[in-house]
């Protein structure tokens, strides 16, 4: 079948290990399920599997795409939640020790089809077209957690994100604009900032800007280059929510700072299936609908994996088939 992979890890020149081609057909096992996929949208998680981070050698080649929205045999049209874990065992799939995300172990979605286990497709809600559904497995489930999971936020409380035109920062100014927060976003250019504006943000800064006042909340995804700004624009008491590090983990702790500011720093990683049902109802209920900056054919997915490379994002980056 047709497929977007890594063929091997390449830590400097992951453009280089991107392939378009064919793969294998996947096998059914018992309780797993068949998608023919019809949309899968782009995430960083796929740029480190490029690198090799995050997947063990033994597992290349490998389908890329954490998520996706697709048809069953039987005609209904599905999103998929890409975190196959054990919920029986720990009632919240993302805790389970062996719990792993699509394209770690599992063949990924950028293909004619992706099989995963029957309990990770849920019903694609009407209202949203395949492209817009393949947004919300990952980077719109990762928001949904840090803010309505792990942030202990309330209505009226201000909140900052850390990069404007981002997955996860595009949904996070979204829902919280939609829940009643105060949403705060800094960006790296006007454009970027003029983006998270048009979505609803209250007000944008320049990265590393100093706030006219302390927030409740900094959602960080972007590691080293914010982190500073994100401790110091946090209020005595308030938290921060961290689920990625893409310009690099190993932040300064500032841990004097931390004690002394009683900040609380909390992980996300992903959401589980009754969080991405929630996330779906909340966006249909809101008529919220995700941000597509760019939209190409799986077989253009070099020049979308390029744009993510060089931080050209306005939004999602979405490939259909
Ligand atoms: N833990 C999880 O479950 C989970 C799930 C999804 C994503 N993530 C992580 O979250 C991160 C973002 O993922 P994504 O898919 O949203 O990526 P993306 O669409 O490529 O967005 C990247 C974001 O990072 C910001 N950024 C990058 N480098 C920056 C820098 N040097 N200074 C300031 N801002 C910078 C960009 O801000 P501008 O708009 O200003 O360019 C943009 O908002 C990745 O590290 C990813 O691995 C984690």
């Given at each position: 079948m047709f497929a977007v992979y890594a063929a091997e890890p390449n830590?400097?020149?992951?453009?280089?290990?991107l392939r378009v081609g064919e793969r294998p057909d996947p096998e059914v096992p018992d309780g797993w399920v068949a998608v023919s996929v019809r949309a899968a949208s782009l995430n960083m998680h796929d740029l480190w599997t490029l690198r090799g981070v995050?997947?063990?050698?033994?597992?290349?080649p490998m389908i890329l795409g954490c998520d996706g929205a697709g048809v069953l045999g039987d005609g209904s049209e599905v999103v998929v939640h890409g975190v196959v874990g054990d919920a029986s065992v720990y009632?919240?799939?993302?805790?389970?020790?062996k719990r792993t995300l699509l394209t770690e172990k599992y063949q990924g979605t950028l293909a004619d089809t992706v099989v995963v286990p029957a309990r990770n497709v849920l019903p694609k809600p009407d209202g949203l077209s395949f492209a817009e559904a393949a947004c919300m497995g990952t980077a719109w489930l990762t928001a949904y957690r840090m803010l309505f999971t792990r942030s202990g936020l309330r209505p009226g409380q201000t909140m900052l994100v850390q990069g404007a035109s981002g997955g996860v920062a595009t949904a996070l100014v979204a829902l919280g604009t939609a829940a009643g927060m105060r949403v705060w976003v800094t960006g790296r250019t006007e454009e970027k900032r003029a983006l998270a504006e048009e979505l609803g943000a209250h007000r944008t800064f320049e990265s590393g800007t100093r706030l006219p006042e302390r927030v409740d909340a900094v959602f960080e995804t972007v590691g080293k280059a914010t982190w500073g700004h994100s401790m110091r624009s946090v209020k005595p008491g308030g938290t921060i929510v961290v689920?990625?590090?893409?310009?690099?983990?190993?932040?300064?702790?500032?841990l004097q700072r931390l004690f002394f500011m009683q900040i609380r720093v909390v992980g996300s990683m992903m959401g589980t299936r009754d969080e991405l049902a929630g996330l779906l109802e909340f966006c249909r209920l809101r008529g919220i609908r995700p941000t597509i900056g760019t939209e190409l054919p799986m077989t253009e997915a070099a020049e979308g994996f390029g744009q993510m490379l060089a931080g050209e994002t306005a939004g999602k980056i979405v490939f259909t088939r």
């Amino acid at each position: 079948m047709f497929a977007v992979y890594a063929a091997e890890p390449n830590p400097d020149a992951p453009l280089d290990a991107l392939r378009v081609g064919e793969r294998p057909d996947p096998e059914v096992p018992d309780g797993w399920v068949a998608v023919s996929v019809r949309a899968a949208s782009l995430n960083m998680h796929d740029l480190w599997t490029l690198r090799g981070v995050g997947i063990k050698p033994d597992q290349f080649p490998m389908i890329l795409g954490c998520d996706g929205a697709g048809v069953l045999g039987d005609g209904s049209e599905v999103v998929v939640h890409g975190v196959v874990g054990d919920a029986s065992v720990y009632g919240d799939e993302t805790l389970d020790p062996k719990r792993t995300l699509l394209t770690e172990k599992y063949q990924g979605t950028l293909a004619d089809t992706v099989v995963v286990p029957a309990r990770n497709v849920l019903p694609k809600p009407d209202g949203l077209s395949f492209a817009e559904a393949a947004c919300m497995g990952t980077a719109w489930l990762t928001a949904y957690r840090m803010l309505f999971t792990r942030s202990g936020l309330r209505p009226g409380q201000t909140m900052l994100v850390q990069g404007a035109s981002g997955g996860v920062a595009t949904a996070l100014v979204a829902l919280g604009t939609a829940a009643g927060m105060r949403v705060w976003v800094t960006g790296r250019t006007e454009e970027k900032r003029a983006l998270a504006e048009e979505l609803g943000a209250h007000r944008t800064f320049e990265s590393g800007t100093r706030l006219p006042e302390r927030v409740d909340a900094v959602f960080e995804t972007v590691g080293k280059a914010t982190w500073g700004h994100s401790m110091r624009s946090v209020k005595p008491g308030g938290t921060i929510v961290v689920s990625g590090s893409t310009s690099g983990p190993d932040a300064n702790a500032d841990l004097q700072r931390l004690f002394f500011m009683q900040i609380r720093v909390v992980g996300s990683m992903m959401g589980t299936r009754d969080e991405l049902a929630g996330l779906l109802e909340f966006c249909r209920l809101r008529g919220i609908r995700p941000t597509i900056g760019t939209e190409l054919p799986m077989t253009e997915a070099a020049e979308g994996f390029g744009q993510m490379l060089a931080g050209e994002t306005a939004g999602k980056i979405v490939f259909t088939r």
